[in-house]
């Protein structure tokens, strides 16, 4: 059934501004002020037009604001209403969201969490537009799930839910790459055995095949096929993002989660094609994800770039 002519964003009016804030809103499910202008006016000096723009959203029912927590100058997060979110959806401009946010879920403890995995977003749009890279504020997609397991089981062991699913064009020279990333935010809000864990997951990914329930007929897939190439051309690299404690604490976090990854047999076993890395959010934003700041996971601990790939080293993906 067709989506009525007021669910559109000519039908409120709306400048070509406030029409590419708000699937961006949709999509990142929460954001600042600073995060906004940086992906979307950084070619202003200030944000003042970005803020009336956001005054209209608001006026008209499509985006509003909470508080964030942190902030002790009582600093606005942003986001979309129920009647915004149906505006985006009828656009057809990004994928439909099964969860949408809600008052309570803005205005949880969840925020720090959200903005930070949108910080490694904005990082790598911010590098992209310096070097002439391809990488666009709806070029990453939060909280993607991905079986793990067969049947009907749910919750950890069957699935394992990417903070982000960032895609990224890398051009050097003549040649250019389509990058995909995982992106896992940490803040020091567990302990280091369970960021391993979460490893672990995306292990079982790399090597999971769906069984075909019995008496479908032939299976869909064939036996070799992995679920993952189902989705992805290759399997995306994985990027663990710290945050949350001084730089100390986080370099030995780094060299702990290292040392779990390379004792476990499991990890092991596919380190070869389980391209990871560890770095932290303040090193993507001050030197940026094309530097040498990320610590490979697996080998040597010398830091390399966002590609992952160490000098004289050759990777297919």
Same mark, same amino acid.
């Given at each position: 059934?067709?989506? #009525?002519?007021?669910?559109? #964003? ?5 400048? #070509? ?11 990142? $499910? ?7 202008? +940086? ?11 970005? +803020? ?17 927590? $942190?902030?002790?100058?009582? *600093? ?12 985006? *959806? ?11 946010? =809600?008052?309570?879920? %803005? ?22 537009? $310096? ?12 909280? $993607? ?29 003549? +040649?250019?790459? /389509? ?13 280091? /055995? @369970?960021?391993? =864990? ?31 190439? &189902? ?19 986080? *370099? ?8 779990? %990854? ?15 890395? /560890?770095?932290?959010? *303040?090193?993507?934003?001050? @030197?940026?994800?094309?530097? @040498? ?6 080998? &040597? ?17």
């Amino acid at each position: 059934m067709p989506y #009525p002519s007021w669910l559109s #964003p000519r039908a409120h009016g709306l400048s #070509p501004l406030a029409a590419e804030v708000l699937p961006v809103l949709y999509q990142h $499910r929460l954001l600042s002020l600073r995060q906004l202008h +940086r992906l979307l006016t950084a070619h202003r000096k200030r944000p003042e037009y970005l +803020r009336t723009q956001l005054a209209r959203l608001r006026e008209l029912g499509l985006a509003t604001a909470t508080v964030r927590h $942190r902030s002790g100058q009582g *600093e606005l997060l942003w986001y979309v209403t129920g009647l915004g979110a149906e505006v985006v *959806e009828a656009s057809g401009e990004v994928a439909v969201r099964t969860h949408r946010m =809600s008052d309570q879920a %803005a205005a949880s403890l969840l925020q720090e969490h959200t903005l930070a995995v949108n910080d490694v977003g904005v990082a790598f749009v911010e590098a992209a537009r $310096r070097l002439g890279h391809e990488c666009g504020p709806l070029d990453w997609e939060p909280e $993607r799930a991905h079986r793990v397991r067969d049947g009907d089981r749910h919750g950890d062991d069957a699935v394992v839910i990417a903070d982000a699913v960032l895609s990224y064009i890398h051009q050097h020279a003549d +040649r250019r790459r /389509v990058l995909t990333y995982f992106i896992e935010v940490d803040r020091h809000t567990e302990t280091v /055995v @369970r960021l391993a =864990s979460k490893l672990r997951g995306y292990a079982r990914y790399l090597t999971y095949i769906p069984t075909p329930p019995p008496g479908r007929g032939r299976p869909s897939r064939p036996a070799h096929g992995e679920a993952w190439r &189902d989705r992805y051309t290759t399997f995306p690299r994985l990027l663990v993002v710290l945050d949350g404690k001084t730089p100390a604490a986080l *370099e030995r976090r780094t060299a702990d989660l290292r040392a779990i %990854a390379q004792a476990d047999l499991r990890l092991r076993h596919v380190a070869d094609r389980l391209i990871s890395g /560890v770095t932290t959010l *303040e090193l993507l934003q001050t @030197r940026g994800p094309w530097d @040498r700041v990320i610590t490979p996971i697996f080998g &040597d601990p010398t830091p390399t770039d966002a590609l992952l790939q160490l000098d004289g080293q050759t990777r297919a993906a």
